[in-house]
């Protein structure tokens, strides 16, 4: 499931997503999870406001990801698009992600950006065990490297 801001031509730098409720869904056989980015890397948009993913099943096996493209499969990626903005009021709350691909690096990945992802709660989630939790750019396993800010 991909949540991500695109300006696509560069005509609407107010581009943005918002008040999105994600809640219910039973998902099965997906390639990854949820891959969300705040804003657009390419042109000028808007940061994504109030995202709100909550009671999901997700089953991530990435077989074709990982079979055809050689990619990893995670169950939450959280990216910037632009780097010096950021996501406002994220809530990931009561999701189960059941991983069955051994060929993801981390259950949740953040990436690269100088701006912190402002009011973002990730509470009662159930992540299947892979190879390492928590990810994120520049940082190795065991050290901090969420930028979040209340």
């Known amino acids: 499931m991909l949540f991500t801001v695109h300006n ?13 409720e994600f809640r219910g869904i039973e998902v099965v056989n ?9 804003s657009d890397n390419i042109n000028p948009s808007d940061n994504m406001k109030r995202l709100y993913i909550h009671d999901n099943i997700v089953n991530v096996n990435g077989k074709d990801l990982n079979d055809n493209y050689g990619l990893t499969q995670r169950a939450v990626q959280i990216g910037q698009g632009d780097t010096n903005k950021s996501s ?3 809530v990931l709350d009561h ?12 259950s949740m990945y953040l990436g690269a950006g100088t701006a912190k992802h402002s009011r973002t709660n990730i ?3 159930l992540f ?9 750019d ?3 396993e065991g050290q901090c490297g969420a ?4």
């Open 8 to 20: 696509q031509d560069g005509d609407n730098p107010t581009a943005v997503i918002e008040d999105v």
């Open 128 to 136: 299947e065990a892979v190879t390492s939790g928590v990810g994120a």
């Open 123 to 125: 509470r009662n989630n």
């Open 147 to 150: 930028k979040l800010g209340s």
């Open 30 to 38: 997906s390639g990854g999870g949820f891959n969300i980015y705040a």
């Open 95 to 106: 999701n189960t992600f059941i991983i069955e691909s051994l060929a993801t690096s981390n």
């Open 88 to 90: 406002l009021d994220l």
């Open 138 to 140: 520049s940082q190795v």
